[in-house]
């Protein structure tokens, strides 16, 4: 039987979760396609739509059923041919509400039966996020999938679902990036403020240049040399420039969350040190205790070792590829994990 793979992305160009799937995005892997949830042929609805779902409306919204939607959802142009097996894997980022569609997903197991495996891949923490956009009715959908997978180990244990790691393309460097920072963060405040501040005043100190934008940033930190307040979130690709112009990364999980952000991933990819108050670091596949250094404060940062300009080799060879992806799914599927 052939495997066919299909990933309904956020429908977000801007997405970071569709760096992930990059290599199918651009027709790179065979037997893949990533199709945006909803395929509107009028430019009038789908402007209707973005607006309805646009954040700062939703309140205003409520009132109106999912459903009105279902019949522009790509599902419906979805079938599998004669002894093929279609892997449906939905990326829904945080968005429950809006990209769960229970009637539609019950409807496409009744037709198509074994032939259809529906995937629901987590990005998040359950508990950590459970408070953003109905995500803590996350857990009340998993009965709709056949698989349910997360990046996240402690939930992979906790609720019985499959665990994976992120799928990581690694992308070409078309200019040639000096480095003009020692260490980098990028991401939301999510009581990390303080623990970055702290940082930037003992960097500023030892003479270490920091890149530290946070969306979300205290005013009050915002004197502070390397603190950088975040308007607006940027597109990856700017984001990746940045990671190629510094040393070293740093890596906060918010409280709660147990596995790696995209700041590890960037790390080994692309050769860069790596702080991180992860614990379970050690457990990752590629660590390096030479070029990563778990900390619980800022006191247990070598600044030296930030200093030091030896080269930084992981001899990454696409353990974090999307095929490797598809591979854990057909096994899991199978029974093999």
């Given at each position: 039987m052939k495997n066919r793979f299909i990933i309904i992305?956020?429908?977000e160009r801007n997405n970071i979760l569709n760096h992930s799937f990059v290599e199918v995005i651009q027709g790179e892997i065979e037997n893949a396609s990533f199709l945006n949830?909803?395929?509107f042929k009028s430019k009038f609805i789908e402007k209707i739509y973005n607006y309805v779902y646009r954040l700062s409306n939703r309140r205003f919204f409520k009132w109106i059923p999912n459903s009105i939607w279902n019949h522009f959802s790509v599902l419906n142009q979805i079938s599998p041919e004669p002894n093929e097996k279609i892997y449906l894997i939905f990326v829904i980022g945080r968005d429950v509400d809006r990209l769960i569609v229970p009637s539609l997903l019950r409807g496409m197991k009744k037709k198509f039966g074994h032939s259809i495996c529906t995937a629901l891949l987590l990005?998040?923490?359950?508990d950590v996020t459970?408070?953003?956009?109905?995500?803590g009715k996350i857990k009340d959908t998993f009965t709709l999938f056949d698989i349910v997978a997360t990046f996240d180990k402690k939930d992979a244990c906790t609720y019985n679902l499959m665990h994976f790691y992120d799928p990581y393309p690694k992308m070409q460097m078309t200019d040639t990036l000096e480095i003009d920072e020692d260490?980098?963060?990028?991401?939301v405040d999510k009581g990390r403020c303080e623990m970055l501040k702290q940082i930037a005043v003992r960097a500023n100190f030892a003479g270490i240049r920091c890149d530290f934008e946070?969306?979300?940033?205290n005013p009050e930190y915002e004197s502070i040399p390397g603190l950088v307040r975040l308007e607006k979130f940027l597109e990856y690709s700017e984001t990746l420039k940045k990671v190629a112009r510094c040393k070293c990364l740093v890596e906060l999980l918010a409280e709660g969350q147990t596995s790696c952000s995209y700041r590890?991933?960037?790390a080994v990819v692309y050769n860069k040190k790596l702080i991180t108050n992860n614990k379970y670091i050690t457990e990752m596949p590629i660590y390096d205790p030479k070029y990563m250094k778990y900390i619980e404060s800022v006191d247990d940062i070598d600044w030296e070792w930030i200093k030091d300009e030896s080269a930084v080799e992981y001899n990454y060879d696409n353990e974090f590829s999307i095929s490797e992806l598809f591979k854990k799914l057909l096994d899991y599927n199978q029974g093999g994990i």
């Open positions: 992305g956020p429908g949830p909803y395929n990005f998040d923490s359950i459970k408070d953003v956009k109905g995500w260490m980098f963060f990028i991401g946070i969306f979300g940033l590890y991933y960037e």
